[in-house]
C-alpha cells in the first residue's frame, strides 16, 4: 500500500515537471466550452425577437435563422476543440490506465455522444426556429437529440459510480454527478415548465457535456493525478 502511494506522488511530480502535448490538448475543451459559451451569448444580437428565456438554443443555427451565419463563426471552434479534447482523453485513459474500467466505459460513451452529437447535429440542423414537423426537424429532435442525451446520461453515471468506488477519484465524479443532475434538470424541466421559460431549463442540459468535456480535459492537462492521495 505504502509502495503504491509513493509510486503515485511520483508519477505526480514527474507529471507536474514534464507535461506531453496530449495534456497541453486537453485545454482544447476549455477553448471549446469558451467558443459555444460566446455563441450562445452573442448570437441572438443577429436574431431579431429571439428569446432566450423561450426559445431553444438550436433555434439560432436554423437553416433560415438569421443568426445561423454568426453563430457559425462564433462557435467555430467549439466542435473540433472539444473533440480533440474528448479523443485524448480517451487515448490517456486507455494507454496509462489510469482509471477503473467503469469510469473508462463511461469515457468512451461520453466521446461516442461527442460524436453523435457533432455530426449529427451538422447533418440535420433544424429547417426552421422551434419545430416545423420536417424529415430533419424529426432526426434533430427525435434521433440525435435522443441519442445525446441517453449517452450523455448513460457515460455520467458510469463515471459517478465508478469515481465514487475509487479513491483518488471523488472530485471527478463529484463533477460528474453535477453535470447529470444539470442533465437531469433540463430533459425534466422542458417537459414540465411553462413555454415562456423553455429556453432557460434547456440551457442546462446543452451547456451540461461541454461543460463537462471542459473539465475532463482540465484534468488531462493535470495528469489526472491531481487527486490521488498521498
Not at 503504491?4 to 514534464?18: A, I, P, S, W, Y
Not at 489510469?98 to 451538422?122: C, D, Q, T
Amino acid at each position: 500500500m505504502e509502495q503504491n502511494k509513493d509510486d503515485k506522488r511520483r508519477n505526480r511530480e514527474d507529471m507536474e515537471k514534464k507535461r506531453s502535448m496530449i495534456h497541453y490538448l486537453g485545454l482544447f475543451g476549455v477553448v471549446s466550452l469558451i467558443s459555444y459559451t460566446i455563441a450562445v451569448v452573442f448570437s441572438p444580437l443577429a436574431y431579431p425577437g429571439y428569446d432566450w428565456m423561450a426559445q431553444a438554443v438550436s433555434d439560432l443555427s436554423a437553416q433560415n435563422a438569421p443568426s445561423k451565419f454568426l453563430w457559425e463563426q462564433l462557435s467555430a471552434l467549439h466542435g473540433v476543440c472539444g473533440m480533440v479534447s474528448v479523443m485524448m482523453v480517451c487515448v490517456f485513459v486507455s494507454y496509462k490506465k489510469v482509471w477503473n474500467k467503469m469510469m473508462r466505459i463511461g469515457i468512451y460513451l461520453f466521446a461516442v455522444m461527442n460524436w453523435i452529437s457533432n455530426v449529427g447535429y451538422k447533418l440535420f440542423p433544424l429547417s426552421d426556429s422551434g419545430y416545423a414537423g420536417t424529415f430533419i426537424d424529426i432526426m434533430h429532435v427525435y434521433v440525435i437529440t435522443v441519442l445525446t442525451v441517453l449517452l450523455s446520461i448513460a457515460s455520467l453515471v458510469f463515471i459517478t459510480i465508478g469515481g465514487f468506488r475509487k479513491d483518488g477519484c471523488r472530485s471527478l465524479a463529484g463533477w460528474a454527478l453535477f453535470a447529470l443532475l444539470m442533465m437531469f434538470t433540463g430533459a425534466i424541466g422542458t417537459g414540465i415548465v411553462p413555454k415562456a421559460y423553455f429556453g432557460i431549463v434547456e440551457r442546462f442540459s446543452v451547456f451540461a457535456a461541454t461543460s463537462f468535456n471542459a473539465v475532463l480535459g482540465i484534468y488531462l492537462f493535470l495528469g489526472f493525478y491531481t487527486n490521488d492521495k498521498k
